[in-house]
């Protein structure tokens, strides 16, 4: 199957700073990418869509200026938590779909964030 | 309704097969998956049925969908220690791109 790689793995950050988490699709173009939030022993919760060259596309609850989504690129697409919170600490999970892909997503590896 | 219902926990001996359970609510969906979380790590995607197919079999894992009573489940056949994870059931809804997930089910296989 196509691969997604997240970056970092895992993350440790004082309260109030910014971090940056990435998204790659390697071996083929994401036309769309959505990034998750999973809650321990939880499901996921789909944070936003994002398409490539536009804004993205926010679920209901979701703060836009926090968690900024950019998608400059059919292979990269990143999520900054800006002035990170404790609550902000969770585990992010990012998947991408290429153009031709009408029944699958593939997911990254996930990243650990954690807000001290 | 917009829940996707699994039970939480399942527990099996190895080598028996296993099977997943999953309910769903929206009669529009179109494609419905099965994924599988490993311990710290992502979603792997198991397989995936057309919601005009009744069932679906790759390998050791066999699908079966019942879509009057919205109903999915997933059997695992000679359940292995390495099948031990967190099983998500999800479905795509008409011709939306987002995937709704299930609560997830934790698989415990015993020796």
Request: glycine share 8%; hydrophobic share 35%.
């Amino acid at each position: 199957g196509a691969v997604v790689s997240q970056h970092p793995s895992w993350v440790i950050c004082k309260s109030g700073t910014s971090v940056k988490i990435e998204c790659r699709s390697l071996d083929f173009q994401a036309t769309t990418m959505f990034w998750y939030r999973q809650f321990p022993k939880q499901s996921l919760m789909l944070m936003a869509t994002s398409n490539e060259g536009s804004k993205a596309t926010y679920e209901q609850g979701v703060e836009k200026d926090k968690f900024l989504i950019n998608h400059a690129s059919l292979t990269l697409s990143t999520l900054t938590v800006t002035s990170a919170h404790p609550e902000d600490s969770s585990f992010y999970i990012c998947s991408a779909r290429g153009l031709d892909m009408n029944t699958e997503a593939f997911f990254g590896q996930g990243t650990r964030l954690t807000v001290v | 309704g917009e829940d996707v219902e699994q039970s939480l926990f399942l527990s099996v001996r190895e080598g028996d097969s296993s099977v997943i359970n999953c309910t769903y609510t929206d009669s529009s969906s179109t494609y419905l998956y099965w994924y599988k979380q490993e311990p710290g790590a992502g979603l792997q995607l198991l397989t995936y049925i057309f919601s005009n197919m009744d069932m679906k079999q790759d390998q050791r894992l066999t699908v079966l969908l019942n879509k009057k009573d919205k109903h999915l489940s997933l059997r695992i056949a000679d359940t292995q220690t390495g099948d031990s994870a967190i099983y998500f059931c999800a479905e795509r809804r008409g011709g939306g791109n987002k995937l709704t997930f299930g609560t997830g089910t934790q698989l415990k296989v015993e020796l």
